[in-house]
T-cell receptor, first 113, second 112 residues
Framework: EAQVTQNPRYLITVTGKKLTVTCSQNMNHEYMSWYRQDPGLGLRQIYYSMNVEVTDKGDVPEGYKVSRKEKRNFPLILESPSPNQTSLYFC????????????FGSGTRLTVV | GQQLNQSPQSMFIQEGEDVSMNCTSSSIFNTWLWYKQDPGEGPVLLIALYKAGELTSNGRLTAQFGITRKDSFLNISASIPSDVGIYFCAGHGSSNTGKLIFGQGTTLQVKP
C-alpha cells in the first residue's frame, strides 16, 4: 500500500531533550516536506526537500533540523525542544515539486513539558 | 508571504443540509486543492483544480477555481455524519519550491 509512515504517533518529552520524528514513504517520491498544525493557524511548512541531499527552510524552521540521505526517509530533528514546539506534526510527500497534491502521514502529536 | 483566508471557521449543521465554505487570497494562486482531515489522521486530497473557472465534482462535493485565481469554494450536498472533520483549502502560489499554502481550516460537525 502506498503510504507515508511517521513514528511515533504520540510523544511526550521534556524541554531540552533531543528527539527525532521519523518519516518514510514507499512511493519513490522526490519531494518531501514537514508541516506543523496548530489550532486556528492551519498547516505551516517547516522544511522541505526536493530530492536526496537537497533541503531548504519553509515558513517556520526555527528549532528544527532535517536530513535527506535516502530518497524514502526524511527525519525531523528537534535538538533542544521547547514548549512552543508542542504541536501536531505531519510529514508529506509528492512525486515532484511540480506535482500537485501531497500524500500525508497520519501525524505525530508532540508535547514538550 | 502568500496567505489563504478560509471561512467559516466552524459549522454545525443538520444531516441532509448542504454546506458551503470558501477560501480567498490577496494574491494569485496557480492551483487550488481541497483536503479533508478526519480526527486523528492526516489530510486527504478531495479535489484538485488547475485552471481559472474550473468547476469539478467528486460525488457530493463540488469545488470551483475562481476566475480571478484568488478564490475557491467547496460545496457539500446532502451532508451525512461521516462528513465530519476539518476541511482545508490549499494552493500552490508564486514560488517554485513546491510549497502548498494552507488555509486555517473549517471544522464541520453534522448532527444526525
Amino acid at each position: 500500500e502506498a503510504q507515508v509512515t511517521q513514528n511515533p504517533r504520540y510523544l511526550i518529552t521534556v524541554t531540552g531533550k533531543k528527539l527525532t520524528v521519523t518519516c518514510s514513504q514507499n512511493m519513490n517520491h522526490e519531494y518531501m516536506s514537514w508541516y506543523r498544525q496548530d489550532p486556528g493557524l492551519g498547516l505551516r511548512q517547516i522544511y522541505y526537500s526536493m530530492n536526496v541531499e537537497v533541503t531548504d527552510k519553509g515558513d517556520v524552521p526555527e528549532g528544527y533540523k532535517v536530513s535527506r540521505k535516502e530518497k524514502r526517509n526524511f527525519p525531523l530533528i528537534l535538538e533542544s525542544p521547547s514548549p512552543n514546539q508542542t504541536s501536531l506534526y505531519f510529514c508529506a510527500s509528492s512525486l515532484s515539486r511540480t506535482a500537485y497534491g501531497y500524500t500525508f502521514g497520519s501525524g505525530t502529536r508532540l508535547t514538550v513539558v | 508571504g502568500q496567505q489563504l483566508n478560509q471561512s467559516p471557521q466552524s459549522m454545525f449543521i443538520q444531516e441532509g443540509e448542504d454546506v458551503s465554505m470558501n477560501c480567498t487570497s490577496s494574491s494569485i494562486f496557480n492551483t487550488w486543492l481541497w483536503y479533508k482531515q478526519d480526527p486523528g489522521e492526516g489530510p486527504v486530497l478531495l479535489i484538485a483544480l488547475y485552471k481559472a473557472g474550473e468547476l469539478t465534482s467528486n460525488g457530493r462535493l463540488t469545488a470551483q477555481f475562481g476566475i480571478t485565481r484568488k478564490d475557491s469554494f467547496l460545496n457539500i450536498s446532502a451532508s451525512i455524519p461521516s462528513d465530519v472533520g476539518i476541511y482545508f483549502c490549499a494552493g500552490h502560489g508564486s514560488s517554485n519550491t513546491g510549497k502548498l499554502i494552507f488555509g486555517q481550516g473549517t471544522t464541520l460537525q453534522v448532527k444526525p
